[in-house]
C-alpha cells in the first residue's frame, strides 16, 4: 500500500507536468542485473528543467550517502519507457517522479522536484528510517 508521503510534501514541490521534454545531454541509465530488492526509480522526461535539476542537485548527494547502496537510483525515460511494465499502484501526473520500489512492487512515491534536503529526509521516512 502507497504511503500518501507525497501530499505531505507536495506544498514544498516545483512541479512540472508529465510531456515536458528531458534535457539533451540527459542519458537514461540502465538497471544493473539483477535487480536490488529496493530501488528508488526517477521518472523523467527529455528538456524538462526540473528532471534536469534533479540530477544536477539531489543525485549525486544521494549517490554519495550510504542509502544509495542499499536502494540505488534507476532513472526511466517516461517517453522511452511503457511504464505500464513498472508495475506502479497510480499513473505519473508530474516529473521528476521518484517510485520507491521494493522487489518489483511500489511502496511510496515523491512527486515533483523538492530540493535535497527535503528529498533526503523524504527517502529516508519512505525506506522506514526513523527522522
Known amino acids: 500500500m502507497i504511503r500518501p508521503l ?11 507536468p508529465v510531456g515536458a521534454p528531458r534535457p539533451a ?4 541509465e540502465v538497471t ?5 530488492a ?16 534533479f540530477r544536477d542537485e539531489i543525485a549525486p548527494l544521494y549517490r554519495a ?3 544509495a547502496r542499499q536502494a540505488p537510483l534507476r532513472f526511466v525515460d517516461i517517453a522511452h519507457t511503457d511504464i505500464d511494465t513498472l ?6 501526473e508530474i516529473i521528476p517522479t521518484v517510485i520507491v ?10 512527486v515533483g522536484y523538492t530540493g535535497p534536503e527535503i528529498f533526503m529526509r ?9 527522522p
Do not use: F, K, N, Y
Open 65 to 67: 550517502s550510504a542509502r
Open 101 to 110: 520500489m521494493r522487489d518489483g512492487v511500489e511502496i511510496d512515491r515523491l
Open 38 to 53: 529496493v530501488e528508488l526509480i526517477v521518472l523523467e522526461a527529455r528538456g524538462c528543467p526540473m528532471c534536469q535539476l
Open 6 to 16: 507525497a501530499s505531505l510534501l507536495l506544498s514544498a514541490a516545483i512541479l512540472v
Open 25 to 28: 545531454g540527459a542519458a537514461t
Open 122 to 130: 523524504a527517502v529516508r521516512l519512505m525506506l522506514g528510517e526513523s
Open 32 to 36: 544493473p542485473d539483477p535487480a536490488p
Open 87 to 92: 508495475g506502479l499502484a497510480a499513473p505519473v
